[in-house]
Structures are given as structure tokens and as C-alpha cells.
């Protein structure tokens, strides 16, 4: 079992930043894959940004160049940074993470960009 504990949330004006932070515990030295999710009001959830045991990282190609997913040495807690933000990156961002072939999920944290 891998709990996940997200955090950084929060309102910010178009072009500003947010860094949201993703603590895992229980079986987390299990995990070989951590990543983020947004799902915004009436869409399906899509995936923004993730990151291998290896260090490759994946992006959306709506948040390339803006976005920066890193973790720290022990690898278990994965960041998002969030820079020039736009009102259609408003969604609930979720942590992901995969253990042994099972995915966990946070509880979500809202992202709200508006002036």
C-alpha cells in the first residue's frame, strides 16, 4: 500500500506560479513511477506531467516548457512546479504513483488560475 499526501494548491493570477509537492508513504520504495493529473470541471482526467525511477520525465504538450516535474533523492516525494499559469490550467491535480503495477492516487489538490 503506497499513501499519497498532496499539497501547494492554491488561487493564482494568470502568468503567476504555484509548486505543488507530493509526500508517498507505506510501500513507497516499491514505486517506479510518480506523476500528476488535473481534471478540470467536466473534462476527463489527463495526465500533466510524470516522472521514471530512472529520471525520464513526460510532459502534456499544453504544459511543456512551463511545467517541471522533479523529486527529491529518496524519491519519494515528487514536486510540480507550475509557472506562467493560465486560466485553463484551473483542475483538481492529483499525485499518481506506481507500485508493483498498482496505481495510487491522492485526494487532489485544486489549482484555481483567475484574476
Known amino acids: 500500500q503506497v499513501q499519497l499526501v498532496e499539497s501547494g494548491g492554491g488561487l493564482v493570477q494568470p502568468g503567476g506560479s504555484l509548486r505543488l509537492s507530493c509526500a508517498a508513504s507505506?510501500?513507497?520504495?516499491?514505486?517506479?513511477?510518480m506523476g500528476w493529473y488535473r481534471q478540470a470541471p467536466g473534462k476527463q482526467r489527463e495526465l500533466v506531467a510524470r516522472?521514471?525511477?530512472?529520471?525520464?520525465?513526460n510532459y502534456a504538450s499544453s504544459v511543456k516548457g512551463r511545467f517541471t516535474i522533479s523529486r527529491d533523492n529518496a524519491k519519494t516525494t515528487v514536486y510540480l512546479q507550475m509557472n506562467t499559469l493560465k486560466p485553463e490550467d484551473t483542475a483538481v491535480y492529483y499525485c499518481?504513483?506506481?507500485?508493483?503495477?498498482?496505481?495510487?492516487w491522492g485526494q487532489g489538490t485544486q489549482v484555481t488560475v483567475s484574476s
Open positions: 499518481n504513483a506506481r507500485s508493483r503495477a498498482i496505481e495510487y
Open positions: 507505506g510501500s513507497r520504495f516499491s514505486i517506479d513511477l
Open positions: 516522472i521514471w525511477n530512472s529520471g525520464i520525465t
